[in-house]
């Protein structure tokens, strides 16, 4: 699916906002050692709402600043539905989540 920066940028922004507004926003980096992990999603060493915050969105805003090439199907949804517990969580951040999926399928 052709998409815009316009677009990627409204939903980061998005994202950014219900992580907030869901208080999985932090005030706390993660370690360097964290930051550098190699496992997707950097499962083993910080939640997944912190590399969304630390690592997925700073580095898809990076991509965008350099008209690089944005990657095909993210595969956040199934991830949040695995790590994000809480209701009131679920309820804001899922949706956001799988826009983002489905904008980025192929």
């Not at 920066?5 to 869901?22: D, N, Y």
């Not at 915050?53 to 990657?71: C, D, E, G, V």
Request: aromatic fraction near 8%; hydrophobic fraction near 45%.
């Amino acid at each position: 699916m052709p998409r815009s920066h316009i677009e990627v940028e409204t939903l980061l922004q998005r994202l950014e906002a219900v992580l907030r507004e869901a208080g999985l926003w932090s005030t706390c980096s993660p370690s360097t050692e964290a930051l550098l992990s190699t496992a997707p999603f950097a499962c083993d060493s910080m939640p997944f709402e912190q590399w969304l915050q630390y690592i997925f969105i700073p580095k898809l805003r990076a991509m965008l600043k350099s008209n690089l090439t944005l990657a095909n199907d993210m595969g956040l949804y199934p991830m949040g539905q695995e790590c994000i517990v809480g209701q009131t969580q679920r309820k804001v951040v899922l949706p956001v989540l799988a826009q983002i999926d489905q904008l980025f399928k192929e």
